[in-house]
């Protein structure tokens, strides 16, 4: 897909992998429409890109609000005419808490922002990118969405949902001139583990304390890879048309582990860790 003079929507475009993903396409030529959920913060980054002048705009979204969603789309095709690239980015981490100890409202925000904000994105870009004949869609979901870990029960049951949904609208696009890639990063230096800083008030969950990044690695035994990075691998995946982007080469000893422990028809125990 070529993407000079091209246009973008990306959400959660205000940190983390998303803004990244925008300042490269923004490199690359194309017009960028930089959504999310954090007004200010949105705002402050756009303001920040001004050397790119008319190229990049803002929008203020919650992408489990479907009718938001579709006003995004409104806004951007005013704004640039048309839209080629959408990535789903936007996505907020678990809770830590025991699956069966889940509340319905944690499970509302969960798998409305992780899994109903990638579907409400598709249904609300795909058919114009159909109709005009090209365009590519980039869901991002996570290592999370190939196999499991205790506590995260939400988190995984949306990010599976993710990889699902892009595997089957892969299938349905084929031949129209729609691509579709899904992205399965396991750790990069992103804010995902405070992202309840973003929970609506009514769930009672209290603003996270900053976790250094280098704790997280420690942790995980594991790398944590810079955004830009990632950001790269995203556009080699749109140009190439490949489907899979995965970050990190250990994402396919814990996916075979759960798979062949799932063809010898074992019980489900913890991956462990590289290290561990």
Wanted: negative net charge.
């Amino acid at each position: 897909m070529e993407l000079q003079d091209r246009v973008a929507v990306v959400t959660g475009a205000a940190s983390g992998i998303g803004l990244a993903v925008a300042e490269r396409l923004l490199d690359e030529g194309m017009s960028v429409v930089m959504a999310d959920i954090e007004e200010d913060l949105l705002h402050e980054r756009v303001a920040a890109l001004d050397s790119y002048g008319e190229r990049v705009a803002s929008f203020v979204v919650d992408v489990s609000v479907a009718e938001q969603v579709a006003a995004m789309r409104d806004f951007a095709i005013s704004r640039f005419g048309a839209v080629h690239l959408l990535f789903n980015n936007a996505g907020v981490g678990g809770t830590g808490r025991p699956t069966w100890k889940t509340s319905p409202a944690v499970w509302d925000w969960v798998v409305g922002v992780d899994l109903l904000g990638v579907a409400y994105g598709v249904e609300a870009f795909a058919r114009q990118m159909v109709a005009q004949g090209e365009g590519h869609i980039v869901n991002t979901a996570s290592e999370a969405g190939l196999c499991a870990t205790p506590m995260l029960g939400a988190y995984h049951a949306a990010k599976y949902g993710v990889v699902g949904l892009s595997e089957a609208l892969v299938m349905e696009l084929a031949g129209t001139g729609v691509g579709v890639s899904c992205l399965c990063p396991e750790l990069v230096d992103t804010k995902i583990f405070e992202s309840t800083r973003n929970a609506p008030a009514h769930l009672g969950i209290p603003r996270p304390d900053p976790t250094p990044i280098s704790v997280l690695e420690s942790v995980m035994h594991t790398t944590a890879l810079d955004p830009a990075i990632v950001a790269g691998r995203v556009v080699d995946a749109v140009r190439s048309e490949s489907f899979w982007i995965l970050t990190h080469d250990v994402t396919h000893v814990r996916a075979r582990h759960r798979n062949e422990a799932q063809q010898r028809g074992e019980t489900p125990t913890m991956i462990p860790f590289k290290g561990e």
